[in-house]
Nanobody, 127 residues
Framework: QMQLVESGGGLVQAGDSLRLSCTAS????????VAWFRQGAGQAREFVAT????????TYADSVKGRFTISRDNAKNTVYLQMNNLKPEDTAVYYC????????????????????WGQGTQVTVSS
C-alpha cells in the first residue's frame, strides 16, 4: 500500500507562487506515475499535471500550461508542483495520485486510472 501526503498549500494573492509537494511512504514510488488533480468548491475534480515514473515525460492541462511545472525527485520519494502566476480560478483542493506503471507507459490523465491518493491540500488565491 502506498501512502501519499501533500503539503505546501496556503492562501496567496493573484500573481504569487506556491510549490506543492507529494511525498510517498515507500521507495517503490519510483515505479509510479504521479499526477496532480484539483477540485474547486462545487466543481468536479479535474486533471492538472502528470509525470511518468522516470520523469522523462510530463503533460499539463491547458489551463495551467506555461504556469505550472511538475517534477520529481525519486531519491526523496517526492513529486512537486511548482505553481507560478496563480489566479483566483486556481483555488481548489489539490490532490496527488499515483499508479505503478511499466517504464514505457505514456502519461496518464484519467483520474480513474490512479490507484493511490493523498488527502489533499488547500490552495486559495485571492484577487
Amino acid at each position: 500500500q502506498m501512502q501519499l501526503v501533500e503539503s505546501g498549500g496556503g492562501l496567496v494573492q493573484a500573481g504569487d507562487s506556491l510549490r506543492l509537494s507529494c511525498t510517498a511512504s515507500r521507495r517503490a514510488f519510483d515505479q509510479h506515475a504521479v499526477a496532480w488533480f484539483r477540485q474547486g468548491a462545487g466543481q468536479a475534480r479535474e486533471f492538472v499535471a502528470t509525470i511518468t515514473r522516470s520523469g522523462g515525460s510530463t503533460t499539463y492541462a491547458d489551463s495551467v500550461k506555461g504556469r505550472f511545472t511538475i517534477s520529481r525527485d525519486n531519491a526523496k520519494n517526492t513529486v512537486y508542483l511548482q505553481m507560478n502566476n496563480l489566479k483566483p480560478e486556481d483555488t481548489a483542493v489539490y490532490y496527488c495520485a499515483s499508479k505503478r506503471t511499466i517504464l514505457t507507459m505514456p502519461p496518464i490523465v484519467e483520474d480513474g486510472s490512479y490507484e493511490f491518493w493523498g488527502q489533499g491540500t488547500q490552495v486559495t488565491v485571492s484577487s
